[in-house]
């Protein structure tokens, strides 16, 4: 299958780097330890990438939920692995790969919500904004258009996730 590129690695690499510094600057007053929650599997690109720009203390958790089949959300959120430290009081970033129905995200900030966070907000490399996803993020890389993209973590069907740029199928 053809691969267009979207956003070339160059692209990424200086967005995510102007990413970090936003997120640098939100947090600087307020704390100087955050714990950033990985959405395995697409985010993991994005989340080692993002997180080196990022100038303050990172804790890490990893949370692996999927509900894909091919380019079309099933609208089941499946759980495949949770956070496994608290995260109570504490100053929490979601990262995402990609913002589509917003169905995941919700999801997932409904159960995060319940632990009590002292602050919960999201970045996600990408957004669908003709989608209308349900829910927002703070911290969002690009807005791209309704086409189903792969690469840099994103997959068809498992597939295409190391392409180092993100592409999209024709
Ligand atoms: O906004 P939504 O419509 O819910 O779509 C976004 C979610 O879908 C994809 O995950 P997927 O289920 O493909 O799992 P994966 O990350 O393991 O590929 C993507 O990585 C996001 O987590
Ligand atoms: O456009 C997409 N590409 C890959 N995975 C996705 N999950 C939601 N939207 C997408
Ligand atoms: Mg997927």
């Not at 691969?3 to 600057?25: C, M, P, S, Y």
């Not at 080196?52 to 079309?72: A, Q, T």
């Not at 099933?74 to 759980?79: Q, S, Y």
């Amino acid at each position: 299958m053809d691969l267009k590129v979207l956003i070339d690695q160059e692209k990424l690499k200086n967005r995510i780097k102007e990413l970090g510094a936003e997120i640098t600057n939100y947090y600087k007053e307020k704390t100087d330890t955050i714990h950033a929650v990985c959405v395995l599997k697409g985010a993991i690109h994005f989340f080692t990438d993002l997180v080196e720009n990022i100038d303050l203390n990172v804790e890490y958790s990893f949370i692996h939920v999927s509900s894909y089949s091919g380019m079309e959300s099933t609208g089941r959120i499946r759980v495949k692995s949770w956070i496994d430290e608290p995260i109570e009081s504490k100053y929490v970033l979601v990262v995402e790969d990609i913002l589509d129905t917003g169905q995941t995200l919700s999801y997932i900030l409904g159960y995060l919500n319940r632990y009590n966070p002292k602050d919960l907000k999201v970045a996600t490399l990408l957004k669908k904004p003709s989608k209308k996803p349900i829910v927002s993020a703070d911290f969002i890389g690009f807005d791209i258009e309704d086409k189903f993209v792969v690469g840099y973590g994103l997959d068809f069907d498992e597939k295409y996730r190391n392409i180092p740029y993100i592409g999209y199928m024709e």
